[in-house]
Nanobody, 130 residues
Framework: QVQLIESGGGLVQPGGSLRLSCEAF????????MAWFRQAPGKERVQAAA????????FYLDSVKGRFTISRDNAKNTVYLQMNSLHPDDAATYYC???????????????????????WGQGTQVTVSS
């Protein structure tokens, strides 16, 4: 059974930092590109960041560029999202997602379409408030 378990959310003041973690169980982690999506109340879910299988390439939502960093440790089956200089607009539930890719696909590929993602975590809440 595949599970993606997020952790690291919480309450932080504007300008603060958080690091989210997502540990994967039941899948061959290195075969999956990974992503963090976020959804604020009353808003659509959007992709905040994505990382290729090999960790070589990454995508960032324009509004988080320069503040967020996605990384992965394939030995630990874990993907991270380091979030710095947090704004109240960053407050949302953050979801980890995994996209399986055939071995012959480029190790630099990641998808920006949520429909491509095969597995999702339950989400971790991030609140940014003073």
């Amino acid at each position: 059974q595949v599970q993606l378990i997020e952790s690291g959310g919480g309450l932080v003041q504007p300008g603060g930092s958080l690091r989210l973690s997502c540990e994967a169980f039941g899948l061959n982690f290195s075969e999956y590109s990974m992503a963090w999506f976020r959804q604020a109340p009353g808003k659509e879910r959007v992709q905040a960041a994505a990382i290729s299988r090999g960790g070589v390439s990454a995508f960032y939502l324009d509004s988080v560029k320069g503040r967020f960093t996605i990384s992965r440790d394939n030995a630990k089956n874990t993907v991270y999202l380091q979030m710095n200089s947090l704004h109240p607009d960053d407050a949302a539930t953050y979801y980890c997602a995994a996209n399986w890719l055939p071995a012959y696909w480029s190790s630099t590929y990641y998808s920006t379409y949520d429909s491509d993602y095969d597995y999702w975590g339950q989400g971790t809440q991030v609140t940014v408030s003073s």
